[in-house]
């Protein structure tokens, strides 16, 4: 072999790995997937194959030889199908540039060694997705039979030059060129996994900043209690910005309330006790508001560029928390009054029946005639009468004090470490309060009156059972007592009510009385019976209470909604009866007072003699009146004319047996 000839291809190989040590460092950096790039890239390996050609070693048969087979085999293989074209042009017009009598054979070797790179690169890549690996082999027999392929073009070679041409290159071209592919290979195919390796680092962190900063959650790295790193969930989370939050110290931020078991935590991360924890806290914005977060702090493990510091990750929690205490507030407290329900006093009751909070007082009240209020002046009146109520025993008690709403109309309330004094001077403030209160009342709101007792438990073995029972029976020993002055005060203030809302006056009532009782001696009534007719002549429309005013004094006739209202009230007249022992006995009658003797009356539609006796008087004696006198919606009727509407109702509206007599031994005397 010529030395100069090894000499000059030696030299076009190391000149071949220098071009692609550079492409590798710069180039390949900056690759990208258009078609731009790959012209690019196709000129640029195109000049260094013309650069080649310019430093090609010329043989003694005048024919040029050099290393541009190895360059156009690897970008075949590594670049693809436009560089090579590219390439492959670039190249061969200047060898066709240059002439000489190895022209045809050089374009030839081009093309065909462009070829071979690009079906090693297919049947490469479909190595690949059958999941082999290239190795240091296939790169050295790709360029084994690039070579073989290029020793054959040079049977294109002029006859006179063709022989002795072989002979020169023959062994050159099996040894080095095989070899020099290989190398290249290796700088190339390592060049490229460095390209793919840093791409895939910049994509991962690219992703990794991605998720950091879009997380929906708060995330920060901190260094013990100063804040190195966060993203803008946090910031936002914190009320703060970034700039602000890397000089604050967390623990500065931190609820006080929770500051203690945050940092008992976290001296045992930093200890090493632990890998992480949990904890619900909360945070102080700069408003002095506060922001509730579930947080998970945990260790940097060692090897990490941020070794020693913690990663917390925080979620706001603020309306979650809010709609918990929204759920618990529900469960424990009564919606009305605002006090503790029965659920948390039972479960007082038993987290204080220990040693500590002996002795435990109890205190119960029942407001008395509360279902009378509800009844007669709607549950408005009523709920306003609770909430009075309540207010009275929240004043009267101490902070420490359970005061809880346990029934409809009963509140308890319990008092740790206090004895029977205590509860006995609380017990007579209250009463005080309530007696005062009851007598400041206005015609705008009702109060009856609350019946109270107490109790006190000294010693935990005494069942509270019994503490409750002897409060109890002390409440209703009052009750008892109290009982007949408040339905007297509840019936004036019935009574009173019922005038001033249906305009009637106590005239009509005194004469609706007179003519009930003169009407029931004449039908043979008894002293019992008769009692009751001057009564329920009297308090006959009281279930006009539940009636809107306006309704009760409209000046025209009413619609059919308003008429709906009008024929409600006997049924509420006679529930407000039902729930006074007083009244009880003339419920039934207020409640057949509008009945018909045909049946067609409200609100049972009872007909002849179903109806009793007192509500057919009623009916006949207050049809009389109502007709007699001057309404809202029509002036009164002369007397005759009152009796014509009374006889022609007869048999219909009215017991004619009845308004024969109420005519003749009444009206007529």
Known sequence: MNNEIVRGLTLNVALLLSVSIVYNAFLQKVRGKNQAYEALLGVVTGFVGILLVINSVRLDTGVIFDTRSILISICGFFFGLIPTAVATLLIAGYRIFVGGPG??????????TAVSGLVWRWVINKRKLAGKKSSWLNYYIFGLITHLVMLLCMLTLPPNVMAATIRQISLPILTIYPVGSLLLCLVMAAGQKNVRTNRALESSELRFRTMFEQAPIGITVADNHKTLYMNTAYASIMGRSQEELKDCDWADLTHPDDLPADM???????????KDYHLVKRYIKPDGSTVWVDMIVASIENGSAFEGSHLCMVQDISERRQKEEEIRYLNYHDILTGLYNRTFFEEARKRLDVPEMMPLSFIIGDIDGLKIINDAFGHAQGDKLL??????FTDCCRPDDIIARTG?????VLMPKT??????AVFAKMKERFEGYAAKTDKTSYFTS???????????DQPFADVYKEAEENMYRRKLFEQKSLHSSLLTSIKTTMLEKSNETEEHAERMADLSRRLGQELGLDDRQLTALELVSTLHDVGKISIDKDILTKPGPLDEDEWAEIKKHPLVGYRIAQAVPELRHIAEYILCHHERWDGQGYPQGLAGEDIPLISRILTVVDAYDSMTQDRAYRKAMTRDAAIAELLGGCAAQFDAGVVHVFLEKVIKQ
Do not use: M, P, W
């Open 387 to 392: 909430t009075n109520t309540a207010r009275i």
């Open 419 to 424: 004895d029977i004094q205590t509860a006995r």
């Open 450 to 460: 609350v019946s109270l007792g107490y109790s006190t438990k000294d010693r935990t």
């Open 408 to 412: 409809g109309d009963e509140f308890c």
């Open 264 to 274: 008992e935590k976290f001296k045992a991360l930093k200890a090493g006790l632990i």
């Open 103 to 112: 022209v045809l054979t050089g374009v030839t070797v081009t093309l065909l």
